[in-house]
């Protein structure tokens, strides 16, 4: 398997712009996660999935924030309008139901910079 | 909600020195203790982790420790090397529940050759 696949893997936009971002799970994992990373937060949880149903979205920081998963195999956040403060690195990540390690697999992350 | 600490931000220690990174944790039921390793550039990975009913597990340089009354658990990484360079997370967990992992906010560890 090739891993958790997020893509863009960099990606420049101007403020009040749509930003999509895009992520592959690993097949036959149940649950994905999207994460933002910054260096005054840290690796904050923004949003996770379990069987491509949004459980918790509490993380989301405001309205223009959207994830969604259409199957198992695609999920995608989206932002919309983008402000300079949401630049940051974003990584999605997934993992089998409880059970065994519990290890998150994440993605490579798409960093986003938000002019 | 689950609440976990960590310390330091930032370690610096010299090759061959030992390094030690501490959590604690608020929420009692907790019971799984992953820990993550991002090198620059990278995205993080487990690396070691520990349940609540072992006080140690070691893999070669590193081992984690847990002790549950204080609810503070750490990560000992001895032999240190330039490649153990990173950003090191702690998590906590309650396995067999939501078992969503609640992070630290991470300490940098540098290691001078």
């Known amino acids: 398997d090739a891993g958790v696949i997020q893509s863009p893997r960099h990606e420049v936009t101007e403020m009040g712009q749509e930003v999509t971002l895009r992520c592959k799970p690993i097949?036959?994992?149940?649950?994905l996660f999207w994460y933002r990373q910054t260096m005054m937060r840290g690796l904050e949880l923004l949003i996770y999935f379990n069987n491509n149903v949004p459980i918790d979205d509490s993380g989301m920081p405001e309205d223009r924030f959207s994830a969604k998963m259409p199957n198992a195999s695609f999920s995608t956040l989206k932002i919309q309008p983008s402000e300079p403060r949401d630049s940051a690195v974003y990584f999605c990540?997934?993992?089998?139901?409880?059970?065994?390690?519990?290890?998150?697999?994440f993605g490579p992350g798409t960093r986003l910079t938000v002019l | 909600g689950e609440n976990v600490e960590q310390h330091p931000s930032t370690l610096s220690v010299q090759e061959g020195d030992s390094a030690v990174i501490k959590c604690t944790y608020s929420d009692s039921a907790s019971n799984y203790f992953p820990w993550y390793k991002q090198e620059l550039g990278k995205r993080p990975q487990l690396i070691i982790d520990i349940r609540s009913n072992v006080g140690e597990k070691k893999d070669q340089r590193i081992a984690v420790t847990l002790n549950k009354t204080a609810k503070h658990f750490s990560l000992h990484i001895t032999e240190t090397q330039p490649e153990d360079s990173a950003v090191y997370f702690c998590a906590a967990s309650i396995a067999g529940g939501s078992y969503i992992p609640t992070f630290g906010r991470g300490t940098s560890l540098i290691v001078h050759p």
């Open positions: 990540a997934s993992s089998l139901s409880p059970g065994g390690r519990f290890e998150q697999f």
């Open positions: 097949s036959g994992h149940d649950y």
